[in-house]
């Protein structure tokens, strides 16, 4: 019926649309992606999420990575931290190479998303698994 690309349409902005909040995976994997995606995201943003993956630990999967290119991440990057913000980094991301999985010691990973003032990419995609 009519209903249903209308339906798809506002689950695909809701799910793309976000800047940061705190997403939980368990037997179902949780999606994240970069405002926006797979359109560019916009100068200036400054996302963090929070995975939980409760009594297990969280395995990050980019499946698709189009950041702005520096040789040490200096203009727009996707950070991702152990557990929480002050936590250890496991990988600062830009370019276009995903990584492989990267899995948190604990319960919890901290994902900050920046842009800086020009040139922007389509962001990235990701998949957060519950892995013990
Ligand atoms: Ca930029």
């Given at each position: 019926?009519?209903?249903?690309?209308?339906?798809?349409?506002?689950?695909?902005?809701?799910?793309?649309?976000?800047?940061?909040?705190?997403?939980?995976t368990?037997?179902?994997?949780s999606?994240?992606?970069?405002?926006?995606?797979?359109?560019?995201?916009?100068?200036?943003?400054?996302?963090?999420?929070?995975?939980?993956?409760?009594?297990?630990?969280?395995?990050?999967?980019?499946?698709?990575?189009?950041?702005?290119?520096?040789?040490?991440?200096?203009?727009?990057?996707?950070?991702?931290?152990?557990?929480?913000?002050?936590?250890?980094?496991?990988?600062?991301?830009?370019?276009?190479?995903?990584?492989?999985?990267?899995?948190?010691?604990?319960?919890?990973?901290?994902?900050?998303?920046?842009?800086?003032?020009?040139?922007?990419?389509?962001?990235?995609?990701?998949?957060?698994?519950?892995?013990?």
């Open positions: 019926s009519d209903m249903q690309p209308d339906a798809f349409i506002f689950v695909f902005l809701y799910m793309t649309g976000a800047c940061g909040g705190t997403v939980t368990e037997e179902t994997p999606f994240l992606f970069s405002p926006g995606w797979p359109m560019n995201y916009r100068n200036f943003a400054d996302c963090v999420w929070l995975i939980r993956a409760p009594g297990s630990t969280v395995e990050f999967n980019v499946l698709a990575l189009d950041i702005e290119s520096h040789s040490s991440c200096n203009y727009d990057k996707l950070i991702i931290r152990d557990d929480t913000s002050l936590s250890p980094v496991l990988a600062s991301l830009c370019g276009r190479e995903p990584p492989g999985p990267i899995r948190s010691s604990g319960e919890a990973m901290f994902i900050h998303f920046m842009s800086d003032a020009s040139v922007t990419g389509a962001g990235f995609n990701e998949t957060g698994f519950f892995s013990r």
